[in-house]
């Protein structure tokens, strides 16, 4: 277990340099094992979720192992298991992905359900229509899920609603099917990008045709390929939050703008500070911050993952704000430790006429304790507290509270959530004048 003691009231200030993608990292390992020949990936963060997913290949008789500095050489030649072991299914979202590689390589998968974090039910029913639409046959039984098919055949799919991972599921089950397969409402999140790329490296032959339509003609055979993952843009985001909620001024080394156009627009809308070069994008508090109403959306619209950030920033605004969370049918526990730290947080449900088409989770699974929107009045004053982290975004999000509340907070993390998304945060945070002890 991981604790961190924050001491608030600092400015960050300095530069910070972000590392790979790690929605596109752990996913592009996976994939690498779709070849016939080793590949070598390059950039990765050191984090817990790439060294998951690297147990879990090498479990499964392929090999995944460090390669100098920040690199990964994926072997998939010795890949012998049909089957992955029910222990891994809750430590990673990764359990699903591997259906694909081994249906190529055994005609049969059988893996449990995903785990990660708790912010509502994963819809893997859309994943699971997709590989039937291209010949799969799928049982349950438990927490098991056995998937066969002698040969997927190329086909016509349109998912219901957007899905990054079901996505991503569906190239890798068609780059080596029989045929031709056409994706449509397919997820256009930048990740996807990152691995369509990876993948036409690897000999595939995978195009989008226009808006949320992707074209994949079926090859027989991938060869491995190098490749350098995309900077995190979860990451830059995290940084950008700090910062402007410091007060601070810090530059992020690797940011990409084009990656976070959807946050950009957002901090002009609140009269944040900054300024891209080639270096990265320079994030800074110029004067005080505004508030301002958003909702999340899939790519090119502002992220999930970024809305627990953008809420402790946003409490630092003047006057009344309005997040409503769009994507994830719960995603915000973490507004509990922020009101107790003194932030002005009221959770509620807006009326809507057409809630099946403004919300992307499944209508059938909302929970009578599942809230949508968030009303936030600031700017508050925050004052430290004591706080258990109960997933990633949550911890990084109170990291960032503790850094601009008054005295001590005090974050334990038993599951050390932080570390599967951010490579040593807190010493980064540190080193641009932070002030964090972590105890483990």
Known sequence: MSTYVITGGTPLYGSVRVGGAKNA???????????????????????????QVAKIINSLGANAKTMGERAYLIDPKGLNNDSLDTSFGQASRAATMLIPILLDRFSRAVVPYPGGDKIGKRPLERHFKGLMALG?????????????????????????????????????AAVKAQGLTLLENAAEETEVDDLIKFLNSMGAKIKRTKSRTIEIQGVKKLSGAIHKIMPDQNQVVSFACAALATKGDIIVENAKSKDIQAFLKELDNISGGYEIGNY????????????????????????????????????????????????????????????????????????????????????????????????????????????????????????????????????KDPKNHINRGYENLDQLFKTMGAKIKRLD
Do not use: C
């Open 280 to 411: 990265g994008i320079r994030f800074f508090y110029k004067k005080p911050l505004v508030a301002h109403n958003l909702a999340t959306a899939p790519h090119p619209g502002f992220k999930t993952d970024w809305q627990p950030l953008w809420t402790a920033l946003i409490t630092q605004a003047e006057g009344i704000s309005i997040v409503h969370e769009t994507v994830s049918q719960n995603r915000f526990k973490y507004t509990q430790a922020l009101q107790k730290m003194g932030a002005d947080i009221q959770l509620f449900n807006p009326k809507i006429e057409n809630p099946t088409e403004i919300y992307n989770f499944n209508i059938k699974d909302i929970k009578k304790e599942d809230k949508h929107a968030a009303k936030i009045t600031g700017k508050t004053n925050l004052t430290g507290g004591e706080f258990e982290v109960e997933d990633l975004r949550h911890g990084a999000t109170l990291l960032i509270a503790g850094m601009v509340a008054q005295g001590e907070t005090i974050l």
């Open 136 to 172: 799969a046959k799928i049982k349950t039984k438990g927490n098991l899920i056995e998937v066969t098919a002698p040969q997927l055949i190329g086909g016509h799919y349109k998912f219901e609603k957007n899905t990054h991972t079901g996505t991503e599921t569906l190239i890798m």
């Open 25 to 51: 990292s752990y996913k592009i390992m996976i994939a690498a094992l779709l070849g016939n020949s080793p590949s070598r990936l390059l950039n990765f963060s050191r984090i817990s979720d790439v060294k």
